[in-house]
């Protein structure tokens, strides 16, 4: 059997920071494409063993075309590979503008609206198999 990572959909102050902090240190890289889990309280089963590492998609030509320190080609392309893991075709595309405008995120993380708070939960879902999947790169 493949190891399989639970990704929570409800993930504590520090994780959402730790999640938070190590999606931008990744340069912001993100992935994109998959199907994130909207309901609370549940963990999303996310295997990353045998998972794809490289992906094309709107995370991923965001994080090239904005010149992070630590983007690579094959960075970017692993986040994008992540996301497409974890965040639905339209998180990915609403995630691609934080490259642009990180302020963004720190609005959605704010906002008391359910919608914010589940796009929250599937950020920080989609950072932890980045970080996981990307480590090495």
Known sequence: MGAMMYCRTKPSFGMLRLGLAGALML?????????ANTQPNTLTPVTLEG????????????????NRRTAS???????????NLTL??????RSARFFAEPELLQQVKL?????????WYAWAAFAE?????????
């Open 27 to 35: 340069g912001l890289a993100a992935c994109g494409g998959g199907g």
């Open 111 to 119: 906002s008391d609206s359910p919608a914010s708070e589940r796009f």
């Open 73 to 83: 080609k094959a960075r970017c392309g692993c986040v994008q590979a992540a996301a």
């Open 51 to 66: 998972a794809q590492r490289f992906a094309t998609g709107p995370i991923g030509a965001a994080c090239n075309v904005h």
């Open 129 to 137: 198999a980045a970080e996981t999947l990307c480590a090495d790169l």
């Open 88 to 93: 639905s075709q339209s998180e990915q595309q």
